[in-house]
T-cell receptor, first 117, second 110 residues
Framework: GAVVSQHPSRVICKSGTSVKIECRSL??????MFWYRQFPKKSLMLMAT?????????EQGVEKDKFLINHASLTLSTLTVTSAHPEDSSFYIC?????????????FGPGTRLTVT | TQLLEQSPQFLSIQEGENLTVYCNSSSVFSSLQWYRQEPGEGPVLLVT?????EVKKLKRLTFQFGDARKDSSLHITAAQPGDTGLYLCAGVLNTGKLIFGQGTTLQVKP
């Protein structure tokens, strides 16, 4: 149990376009989802936390108008990178947790490699 | 700001050698987790340590949580090429947020 999927796994887009990344919890209800960004051989940097049905809470320095997060259902959260630029190229990872389980454990997705040309 | 200092950041050793990775913080965490990540994949949870002084073993991996719950170590005995990967420690806050260390890239040469 506790499987999280991400789609797409890889995406290449042109500078100036927007791209949407989906994060789904397949076998549990995710009351909270987290979005991380990771540079090569570096650690995960938390971008934002989203609770189902409410606005996402962004970490300091993360532009909320550039990285739009929607958590409309208990099994789906989306991250939209708007007007993407080459510096947005990165590995984006989501995780999901279910507080009803009585634990804060986060279950990570397999990540999405975004390349902006 | 709560930080978790992880060291070393890079480690290249021969098969059969032992190694230890450290995570240190000035903050207290409710628990601490260790993850392993392969290139192009999400991190996979190895262990969660909760109690100060706790020691957990996972085959050749030994995890320890400091008495004050501010630091942790990961010790690998007789490393194998299959242990190669990125190891991440993460402190768990009482909000559920994770604070990740910088990561340790381990390369085990056959």
């Amino acid at each position: 149990g506790a499987v999280v999927s991400q789609h797409p796994s890889r995406v290449i887009c042109k500078s100036g376009t927007s791209v949407k990344i989906e994060c789904r919890s397949l076998d549990f209800q995710a009351t909270t989802m987290f979005w991380y960004r990771q540079f090569p051989k570096k650690s995960l940097m938390l971008m934002a936390t989203s609770n189902e049905g409410s606005k996402a809470t962004y970490e300091q320095g993360v532009e909320k108008d550039k990285f739009l997060i929607n958590h409309a259902s208990l099994t789906l959260s989306t991250l939209t990178v708007t007007s993407a630029h080459p510096e947005d190229s990165s590995f984006y990872i989501c995780s999901a947790s279910d507080r009803d389980r009585g634990t804060y454990e986060q279950y990570f997705g397999p990540g999405t490699r975004l390349t902006v040309t | 700001t709560q930080l978790l200092e992880q060291s070393p950041q890079f480690l290249s050793i021969q098969e059969g050698e032992n190694l230890t990775v450290y995570c240190n913080s000035s903050s207290v965490f409710s628990s601490l987790q260790w993850y392993r990540q392969e290139p192009g994949e999400g991190p996979v949870l190895l262990v969660t340590v909760v109690t100060g002084g706790e020691v957990k073993k996972l085959k050749r991996l030994t995890f320890q949580f400091g008495d004050a719950r501010k630091d942790s170590s990961l010790h690998i005995t007789a490393a194998q090429p299959g242990d190669t990967g990125l190891y991440l420690c993460a402190g768990v806050l009482n909000t559920g947020k994770l604070i990740f260390g910088q990561g340790t890239t381990l390369q085990v040469k056959p």
